[in-house]
């Protein structure tokens, strides 16, 4: 089966970012990864939002494509396979900080995101070595 290989618009930074990771359902994803340990397809399946089996696959086939998630053998189930972040994909708990820091400023938001912003005002630089250590361990 040949590999499916990637394609930008240009080479913005911006654009090519956005093309890898700049639909919602990637990045919902990545949120679930950093924020709430979700590592197999059932985990991301039962994320409130919803997501089509068909749009999942797709968009972990890109993201593992991409160097943004590996996947391996699950260590209880030789059924699942366990996605994880790469330092690729760790790299963007910046991006999504800041995302959760516009939505909460302007939108009502969940509250354990309240709780994560209340803790970004007092130390974000900390809150963001923290994920990166928990996720790097």
Not at 29 to 54: C, P, Q, V
Request: charged share 35%; hydrophobic share 35%.
């Amino acid at each position: 089966m040949k590999e499916k290989k990637s394609i930008y618009r240009t080479d913005c930074p911006v654009s090519t970012a956005l093309d890898i990771y700049g639909d919602k359902w990637s990045l919902l994803i990545i949120r679930d990864m950093i924020f709430k340990g979700k590592n197999t397809y059932g985990d991301f399946l039962d994320s409130k939002e919803n997501i089509a089996t068909n749009i999942l696959a797709d968009r972990l086939a890109l993201l593992e494509r991409e160097g943004i998630i590996s996947r391996a053998k699950h260590p209880d189930s030789k059924a699942k396979i366990l996605y994880q972040l790469t330092d690729k994909g760790i790299d963007l708990i910046p991006v999504l900080i800041e995302i959760i820091t516009w939505g909460e400023k302007y939108y009502d938001v969940h509250m354990p995101f309240k709780k994560l912003d209340k803790k970004l005002e007092k130390d974000k630089e900390g809150v963001i070595k923290k994920l990166y250590k928990r996720l790097r361990k």
